[in-house]
């Protein structure tokens, strides 16, 4: 008598394909699952969260040979916490707390989401994390975050104190055209706060994953001529900022306000450390590209 068991085969083939992509999730994730069973006191735990070991099976210890890997300053409420956990329904379902792993520190959250009750005994599951590189990660973005808000307000602060200077100028100026030489500053550096406004809420975009692009004919002379005007003020002086104007005319399809960043940054970067002689910005054909440059003679 014979049985057709491919069926089985299928499900069992599916069961370790799922299997198996859970496990690689875990990983990628630095997560795992967790059970505690207050009658045997074993830990139970899958994932990443084996630290103890290198192969890919469920392993189990006993909450105390656990808590032993457990910084000092944790194990007491990490205790106080499992215990109200066992006891209590309203206990927090949260805690994180820190493993001495090899001389190294490691960060973990662990959390409960389920509960089972028996006369005797109580088992806890959830799910267990190695939060280490996520903090570290969202320390390093705090750092940046930090740097470039810093850098900014620098920024802001070169066209603001131009602005209201030359304002103040423009109002007592009686000369026809030295009234027109401060409005032009003023304008031009006008131009330039607002770039740097735009920039801020640029990367508030890029979070928020929104950033677009918006296509269409860039003039490339008028562009560099543009950036080269807007930046004039923030040359130090006895340096010059100049155009190669004898340039070809060249048409791109692209977004001009970014195409004016990038450009902007890398002229900005060369005023900063240009204390003499000049800045040339321009571009020239490589193949059927062009290649914009910033040449200066600073540091």
Same mark, same amino acid.
């Given at each position: 008598?014979? =049985? ?49 070991? @290198? ?12 808590? &032993? ?6 194990? /007491?409420? #990490? ?5 109200? &956990?066992? $006891?209590? $329904? ?13 001389? $190294? ?32 990660? /969202?320390?390093?973005? &705090?750092?940046?975050?930090? *740097? #470039? ?23 007592? *100026? ?12 003023? =304008?031009? @550096? @006008? ?18 994953? !929104? ?7 860039? @003039? ?19 340096? /010059?900022?100049?155009?190669?104007? &004898? ?22 970067? *060369?005023?900063?450390? !240009? ?12 193949? *059927?590209?062009?290649?914009?440059? /910033? ?5």
């Amino acid at each position: 008598q014979y =049985r057709d068991i491919t069926g089985r085969s299928v499900v069992r083939l599916k069961l370790e394909k799922k299997q198996k992509d859970l496990c690689e999730v875990e990983k990628a994730a630095r997560i795992g699952l967790w059970a505690y069973d207050s009658s045997t006191r074993l830990f139970t735990y899958s994932g990443y969260t084996r630290i103890f070991c @290198n192969d890919e099976e469920q392993k189990q210890i006993s909450i105390d040979e656990y808590m &032993n890997y457990m910084h000092l300053d944790d194990k /007491a409420r #990490f205790s106080q916490w499992l215990e109200e &956990n066992l $006891k209590e $329904k309203d206990a927090s379902n949260t805690v994180n707390y820190r493993l001495l792993i090899d001389g $190294k520190t490691v960060n973990m959250r662990i959390k409960t989401y389920h509960k089972e009750v028996y006369m005797q005994r109580t088992v806890l599951e959830g799910y267990i994390q190695n939060t280490s590189e996520i903090v570290w990660k /969202a320390e390093r973005s &705090n750092q940046l975050k930090s *740097a #470039f808000l810093a850098n900014m307000s620098h920024e802001i602060r070169t066209p603001l104190n131009a602005i209201v200077g030359f304002s103040d100028l423009l109002v007592e *100026a009686e000369d026809i055209e030295e009234r027109k030489e401060y409005v032009k500053i003023v =304008r031009n @550096n @006008n131009e330039l706060l607002l770039q740097l406004i735009t920039d801020i809420l640029d990367l508030s975009k890029i979070e928020a994953g !929104t950033f677009d692009f918006t296509y269409g004919d860039v @003039n490339v002379n008028l562009l560099c001529e543009n950036i080269v005007r807007s930046m004039e003020m923030k040359v130090s002086e006895g340096v /010059a900022l100049v155009f190669d104007s &004898n340039l070809p005319q060249y048409h791109l399809i692209s977004d001009r306000n970014r195409l004016h960043q990038v450009i902007s940054n890398f002229v900005n970067n *060369a005023i900063k450390f !240009t204390s003499q002689g000049s800045i040339r910005v321009g571009y020239q054909m490589k193949g *059927a590209e062009l290649e914009f440059y /910033a040449q200066d003679t600073g540091i």
